[in-house]
């Protein structure tokens, strides 16, 4: 498990910098790999999803 601390940084910076990235695109190579095997998805987030979809949320 990462130790690193978060590093925050204003909403202008975060749209200036997510400009520069295709962001779409990254999602979509990351659900490729996902579906593939190549990636992993924590635990957690799962049980927490399963959880919503539970409640029907």
Known sequence: MSSATPYVIHHADAQRLLAQVDVLEAMRQMFRDLASGHALYKLHK???????RQQGQ
């Open 46 to 52: 799962l049980h927490k999803l399963h959880k919503l």
